[in-house]
């Protein structure tokens, strides 16, 4: 059994995949740390030295290696579903589990965000929100066909459990 978090930048993807791994003792991977340890550099700087396609390359390659897998929990990125054929992958693969929120919610906790995120990295207030609203809508029709959708503002671990496993 595999579970795919998707969802948008700042969804809490990777803290809730981090939780739930323990809970479930699965194994926890991260698609962006994935490319990171394979460039030897931050996603930042793949994106500034590389560009984004290149980005998206090691992106689709990370997510396939999970394939042959178990027992694993996979915080993607929140563009991983939204490239190539990586949504068919997932629900192939996995459980996806979609964190969906509000812009707002997703704009303010950008906003604030310690991790550097190539494709926020100048935006605050109102523009970032804007942007945050319009690609999102964009990239909705990815992330709704998850096998389940959940509130990301209030996600608990047990919450996924029992959706995922039945309770
Ligand atoms: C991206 C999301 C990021 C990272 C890259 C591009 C995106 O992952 O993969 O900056 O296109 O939405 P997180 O969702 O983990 O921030």
């Known amino acids: 059994m595999k579970i795919y978090l998707v969802g948008f930048m700042g969804s809490g993807k990777s803290s809730l995949g981090?939780?739930?791994a323990r809970?479930?003792?699965y194994a926890f991977t991260d698609i962006d740390q994935m490319v990171e340890e394979t460039a030897g550099m931050p996603v930042i700087e793949?994106?500034?030295k590389m560009g984004a396609d290149a980005f998206r390359k090691m992106e689709k390659e990370a997510l396939l290696s999970t394939a042959?897998?178990?027992k694993l929990v996979v915080a993607t990125g929140g563009g991983t579903p939204c490239h190539f054929d990586n949504m068919d992958f997932i629900l192939d693969?996995?459980?996806?589990?979609?964190l969906k929120m509000s812009p707002v919610s997703l704009a303010h906790r950008l906003e604030y965000a310690q991790k550097a995120r190539p494709?926020?990295?100048n935006r605050k207030g109102e523009e970032l929100l804007a942007w945050v609203s319009e690609k999102l809508a964009e990239r909705e029709s990815f992330y709704s066909?998850?096998?389940c959708i959940i509130k990301g503002e209030t996600v608990k671990p047990d919450q996924v459990i029992s959706l995922v496993f039945g309770s």
């Open 68 to 70: 042959g897998r178990s």
């Open 145 to 147: 066909r998850a096998h």
């Open 46 to 48: 793949i994106f500034e």
């Open 18 to 20: 981090k939780r739930l």
């Open 23 to 25: 809970k479930l003792e």
């Open 93 to 98: 693969n996995g459980v996806a589990v979609y």
């Open 119 to 121: 494709l926020v990295q």
